[in-house]
């Protein structure tokens, strides 16, 4: 069955950084976009980024741009979310999920209905 199995989440101090992971298996993963998506106590999920079958195409939300990288290792069937300049209101679990659309209609629904979520990893970011 597919699984997408999120790792390096952690505590860090505003400012800092972190490399998430999401690793895939189960799937032909050349051929789903993937995302990132948070959720924050108390808050909606929020999607936070995605990435095109190749890695040629990303999208971010505005509240990221400039401090996330998102990108893609098909060899190796992961994903990764490079966060710098870590803020408080970064905090959240952080969720990564597939789906085989494109990326462009991924993007236009907002990244709801996705296929194959993860389960998540935790990111705190202490003030």
């Known amino acids: 069955q597919v699984q997408l199995v999120e790792s390096g989440g952690g505590l860090v101090q505003t400012g800092g950084s972190l490399r998430l992971s999401c690793a895939a298996s189960g799937l032909t993963f050349n051929a789903y976009a993937m995302g990132w998506f948070r959720q924050a106590p108390g808050k909606e999920r929020e999607f936070v980024c995605a990435i095109s079958r190749s890695g040629g195409g990303v999208w971010y939300t505005e509240s990221v741009k400039g401090r996330f990288t998102i990108s893609r290792d098909n060899a190796k069937n992961t994903i990764y979310l490079q966060m710098d300049r870590l803020k408080p209101d970064d905090t959240a679990v952080y969720y990564c999920?597939?789906?085989?659309?494109?990326?462009?209609?991924?993007?236009?629904?907002?990244?709801?209905?996705?296929?194959?979520w993860g389960k998540g990893t935790l990111v705190t970011v202490s003030s």
């Open positions: 999920a597939g789906d085989g659309a494109y990326l462009y209609q991924v993007v236009q629904r907002r990244g709801d209905d996705m296929e194959y």
